[in-house]
Each structure stands twice: as C-alpha cells, then as structure tokens.
C-alpha cells in the first residue's frame, strides 16, 4: 500500500494554548493529515502566512484573542481556510454568533471524541477540495463544450432538486406552505425580494429556493451578511477593490455583487447597516453597475437582490434608520418567514431532519429519538427557531449514550418550557422576545395560588421527565407518596405522557 507523501497531504493548523489538547489532536489526526501547532493567535498567523493552511481548528478560549476572533480574521486574510471552533460550551453567545460572522464551518464539543473530530475535520478538508474543484469547474464551464454543458445541465438539476420548495421541511397544513407558494410564484419573474423573520427561522433556505426556481438558476448565488462586518470592509466584499486601494490591497478582488454576475445575491440582515452604505448600496441597485473601492472606472452588473433581515424595516424608515428609497428597491416582493412558534405543528419533521443530519456529522447514522422528546419540543416556544432547535438536537445527541436520544438530555429551560409553555402565551404568541433566548416559564399575571399552582405544575413535570416517568423515584425526591403524587400529577392533567 502506496501511503501519500506526508508533504502532499492537507495541513491542518490547530490552535490551542494546551499542549496535552495540541497532542492529543495530532496523534487524533497526523495520519491523514500534516498538522501544524500553534499556541496562539500570533503563532497562528505566521503559519497561515507560510504554509497553504487547509482547515483551521481552533479552541474558543486562548489568553489575549478568543478561538471566535481569530477565525473571524482568518476569514478575512484566510477565505479558503476552512474553520472549525472547539469549545466546552454549547449556547456560548460567542459561538452562535461567531458561525456566521467568522464563517465557522462548524463546532466540536468538548470532551471530543477522536473518531467524530476525525471525521468532522475530515469533512471539511473535503468540503475545501470541493470548493476548489467547483471554483476550477466555473472557469471551465466558460469555454463551455458540449460534455461541460451537459454536466453543468445535470449539476443544475441536482441543485434544483436539494434547493426545491418542497424540500423546505414543513408538515401538510404548515403556515410556510403559503409563504413557499408566494415564493415560487415570484421567483420566475426578475423581482426583487425582501425576506422578513426572527433570526433563525430559514431565510437563507428560501432564497436559495428562489434562486433555483428562476431562470437565473444557472448563474452564482452568492451571500454575504451586512451584520459580520465593518462598513468599509463590506464595501470591499460587495463592490470589490483595486490593487492598492489601501494597505493589504495587494492585488484585484472582484466584489460578491461581480461574482454574482447573471446570477442572485442574498444580502443578509440588511437592517442592520449603516444610512452611508446604505446611499452606495441605492447607487449601485438603481444604476445596474458597480465601483469598487480605488477604481475610477465603474463595473455593470446584472445581479438579483434577495435581502433579509429581522427587523421591521417599515418602523426603521419611520425612524429614519433606514433609506425609505432603499426600502422600496429591495422590497419588490416581501415574503414574511413565521417563527417556530407559530408552526408548532412543523417542529416534529423538522427534529427528524436535524437529528438525521447530526447523527451523520457525529458518524452515528442510527440516531431516533425516545418517545418522551415530542411533548418537550413540542410545548417549547424556541425563541431561537431552528438555529437553537439545531442547537438542542446537538447537545442531547452528544449527551445520548446510545442510538436513543431521551428528552432528558435536552437543557433544562427546555425541559422548563415544556411544562410553562401553555401558561407563557406572550411566547406562543410572539410577544415574548426574551433577551435571554428562553421561554417564559410562569404566567404573567394571576393571583398567588394561581401562580403557586403553575409552578407547582411546572416542577412536576420536569421531575417526571428527568425521570423518565419512574414515579417512585419522582415520589422519593419529591418527599411525597406515590398516592400523593398520583393525585398531583391527575390534579394537574399530567398522568398521560
């Protein structure tokens, strides 16, 4: 057997201040990999300067620059680098934030596992070739020969099919059925479309949708969020720069608005940029042709805008936040995405879908869940929609000993909001923001008893589902008896999982 080179294979760097976590890694990866360490950012850099990096896997606590700020740099310095973050803490904020203002690939828990971090980097390092044969592919396409053609064609298909409306995972009935019908009926016409929804609810997912159902189907669909960074730096990535431009300039970058060329761009949390991008971003929807930044000379593009955000755009013009001319350019067709919350009914097909995929990052292809999850999915209003789904999948995946994933393993404001969820109507509604990202449990008004009663009923039914419904245990760390308990549990409508 013919082993590659140890020079011809993909390098990964990994970052970590620990040198037993550095080890551990390399004897984990070193035989389909040449790793290279680093204990910190600086190190890092001057690696990433000298060697051809193809994943970056970097823990999230370092002394001076956490694992999120780093990987945010290298995005910027680094793009082809695949990054991956390691962390102990599975709701860090950093982290969620992080995945998409660093572009994180993905994230591994700790304690890891050396068979799934193996598989997780392996993946990435795959993901990067294909990238690269994709970027290679395009040029190709340019010359466009008959077979070329002919693949191009089937790989449209193939997109068409992954990206279509009725494989955004909803149940029969669901609200977004509506929101999907509105959508595929725009797509065919060269609109504009603005996307309205909590973060997390799957606007990306419909642009994409979008993109694929209309005759620019064919051409890029490229996305760039307004949120993950700087004014100046976003009119370099949207509009391009000349060699020179400013310093680290050192050679022509065509913007995400040229690349885009024929095609669509998905222009993420728009709300949030500033009213002076904002007047360069009019210029360029109502002239049809870009300026990148040092160049004199103006660049037509033919571009498809699809923009989103979370916020009431309407509310910010009336404040003045927002461009009312702006608002009107993008606002073409407007597609509003429910929350979670308000398609409880999706959740279940949704929490399928989730669990098959991260049972495949996790190389546990059999995972299901136990019988006793749906009541606590189901009744938790998830302010975080299918981002903190996503999120909860993971954590009680990597939790589950076995195949089975019990609701146990589920954090326990889930758990909480499975028995406050009735009582939380400003959730269930929508009303509840919650700068916490958790569900109300207690109603908010009511006498005492009332409210007694309904923290009564919301301890009982965290107990029960911690223990798996073993009433003499729940009886036993309750301090009650299994009569007792029989009649609190009927008394609050509880007997029945």
Known sequence: ?????????????????????????????????????????????????????????????????????????????????????VSGYTDSEDIITGLNEAGIHQYVLKPWVPDALLATVRGAAETRTLQRSLQRLDVDLRAATP????????????????????????????????????????????????????????????????????????????IENCAAIADTLLESELFGHKRGAFTGAYEDHPGLFQRAHGGTIFLDEIGETSPAFQVKLLRVLQEGEVRPVGSATPVPVDVRVVAATHRDLEAEVRAGRFREDLYYRIAGVTLAMPALRERVADIPPIARRLLHDVGLELGRPGLAFAPDVAPVLLAYPWPGNIRELRNEIRRAAALSDDDLVPARHFSRKVLHGQAGAGLASGAVNGTDGGANGTAAALPASGTLAQRLEAMEAMLLREVMLRLRWNKTHAARELGLSRVGLRAKLLRFGLEEK
Request: glycine share 4%; hydrophobic share 45%.
């Open 1 to 85: 057997m013919n082993l590659p080179a140890p020079d011809s294979l993909p390098i990964v760097l990994v970052v970590d201040d620990e040198a037993r976590s550095r080890e551990a890694m390399r004897r984990t990866l070193d035989e389909e990999f040449r790793i290279l360490e680093a204990a910190q950012a600086e190190e890092a850099r001057a690696l990433m300067e000298r060697h051809e990096v193809a994943v970056v896997l970097c823990d999230q606590r370092m002394p001076g620059i956490s694992g999120v700020e780093f990987l945010k740099e290298a995005r910027q310095r680094w793009p082809e680098a695949v990054r991956i973050i």
């Open 147 to 222: 077979v070329l053609r002919q693949r191009r064609s089937e790989a449209l298909a193939r997109a068409r099919a992954v990206f279509d409306f009725d494989r955004i995972e909803r149940a029969p009935g669901s609200p977004l059925d509506a929101v999907c019908a509105m959508a595929e009926r725009m797509a065919r016409y060269d609109l504009p479309v603005l996307v309205l929804g909590e973060s997390g609810t799957g606007k990306e997912l419909l642009a994409r949708a979008i993109h694929y159902a209309s005759p620019r189907a064919a051409a890029p669909f490229v």
